[in-house]
Nanobody, 120 residues
């Protein structure tokens, strides 16, 4: 069974930094695009950053220049380095991935989420 496991959330002061990790585990053929989404209370879930298997990246305008997404294909893991955090970055952050269990079309998976709170 395929699972995504996130780690690294927590409480940080404005201007601080956090690093999130997400690892894909289980039996599968390949991991394609991986991404981070977030959902703040009362708001819709939104894309934060995404990275393809060949490391093309894209970011939400609100995090450009502050957040960096990266991946380690050997570990099937992505990271989100978050710097200069603002209170408006407070949300539950979810990992998302397109994973091929065979050589057919990928299935989409979500992690359970990790809370990031930016507050003084």
């Amino acid at each position: 069974q395929v699972q995504l496991v996130e780690s690294g959330g927590g409480l940080v002061q404005p201007g601080g930094s956090l690093r999130l990790s997400c690892a894909a585990s289980g039996s599968f053929f390949r991991v394609d695009t991986m991404a981070w989404y977030r959902q703040a209370p009362g708001k819709e879930r939104e894309l934060v950053a995404a990275i393809t298997s060949v490391r093309y990246t894209n970011y939400a305008d609100s995090v450009k220049g502050r957040f960096t997404i990266s991946r380690d294909n050997a570990k099937n893991t992505i990271y989100l380095q978050m710097n200069s955090l603002k209170p408006e970055d407070t949300a539950v952050y979810y990992c998302n991935a397109d994973i091929r269990q065979t050589m057919t079309a990928p299935n989409n998976y979500w992690g359970p989420g990790t809370q990031v709170t930016v507050s003084s």
